[in-house]
C-alpha cells in the first residue's frame, strides 16, 4: 500500500532563517500532493498543493519541491516566524483518489 | 474564521451507540472532505464529496456513511461506536475536490469521545 514518511519529526529553527521540512513518498503514480500546517489546539490549514506535472511551486513565504524521481517532497519556509511554530504534514493523493498523510514535523521556532 | 462551521463541538457518548456530525461548506465550495484525527492514528482521510456526489474515498470503515445534501452541507454518520472511534473529525471544503485541486477551508472539528 501507499506510504508516506517524514524524515525528521522534530525540527528546531532559528527565527529569520529558513526551513526545510521533507517528506518520502511511496507511489510513484501519486498525481497530487498537499502541505497542511496545525499548531496546537487547532485544526488543520491548507499551506500549499503541488500536481506531479510541476516540480516547484510558490506561495507566500512558502515553496513545494516535489522530485518524482526519488519519490520526494519538500516545504520551504522562508525568514521562519514564531508564528509558523506548528505541526506539518503532507499529503498524497495515490490510487483510487485516496489521500495518505504523513505522521506528521514538529517545527519550532527559537526567538 | 475559515467559513466552515461544524457541529457539535463536543460529544460524549457510549460504546455501541450512533451518532452524526455535521458540516456546512463555506459559501460557494461545492467540495466537503472528513478527516479523523486520533493519537493512534494520526490524520486521516475519510471520504469526500462534491455537489451531492461522492467523489474520493480514504479508509472510512462500513460503520460509517456520509452523505452531501442539496444545500451541500455534509453529515457523517458513525455506528455500532467503539472506544478506537475516540477521535477529532474535521470537515473541510473546497471550491473544487481533490482532481482539480485547490485549497480546503477546515472547520473547528468536532471532538467526540466514546466511553
Known amino acids: 500500500g501507499e506510504s508516506v514518511g517524514l524524515h525528521l519529526p522534530t525540527l528546531s529553527v532559528q527565527e529569520g532563517d529558513n526551513s526545510i521540512i521533507n517528506c518520502a513518498y511511496s507511489?510513484?503514480?501519486?498525481?497530487?500532493f498537499i502541505w497542511y500546517k496545525q499548531e496546537s489546539g487547532k485544526g488543520p490549514q491548507f499551506i500549499i498543493d503541488i500536481r506531479s506535472n510541476m516540480d516547484k511551486r510558490q506561495g507566500q513565504r512558502v515553496t513545494v519541491l516535489l522530485n518524482k524521481t526519488v519519490k520526494h517532497l519538500s516545504l520551504q519556509i522562508a525568514a521562519t516566524q514564531p508564528g509558523d511554530s506548528a505541526v506539518y504534514f503532507c499529503a498524497e493523493k495515490g490510487g483510487a483518489n485516496n489521500l495518505f498523510f504523513g505522521t506528521g514535523t514538529r517545527l519550532t521556532v527559537i526567538p | 474564521d475559515s467559513g466552515v462551521t461544524q457541529t457539535p463541538k463536543h460529544l460524549i457518548t457510549a460504546t455501541g451507540q450512533r451518532v452524526t456530525l455535521r458540516c456546512s461548506p463555506r459559501?460557494?465550495?461545492?467540495?466537503v472532505y472528513w478527516y479523523q484525527q486520533s493519537l493512534d492514528q494520526g490524520l486521516q482521510f475519510l471520504i469526500q464529496?462534491?455537489?451531492?456526489?461522492?467523489?474520493a474515498k480514504g479508509n472510512i470503515l462500513e460503520r460509517f456513511s456520509a452523505q452531501q445534501f442539496p444545500d451541500l452541507h455534509s453529515e457523517l454518520n458513525l455506528s455500532s461506536l467503539e472506544l478506537g472511534d475516540s477521535a477529532l473529525y474535521f470537515c473541510?471544503?473546497?471550491?473544487?475536490?481533490?482532481?482539480?485541486?485547490?485549497?480546503?477551508?477546515f472547520g473547528p472539528g468536532t471532538r467526540l469521545t466514546v466511553t
Open positions: 464529496y462534491y455537489n451531492g456526489e461522492e467523489r
Open positions: 459559501s460557494g465550495d461545492l467540495s
Open positions: 473541510a471544503s473546497s471550491v473544487g475536490g481533490l482532481d482539480r485541486g485547490g485549497e480546503q477551508y
Open positions: 507511489n510513484s503514480a501519486s498525481d497530487y
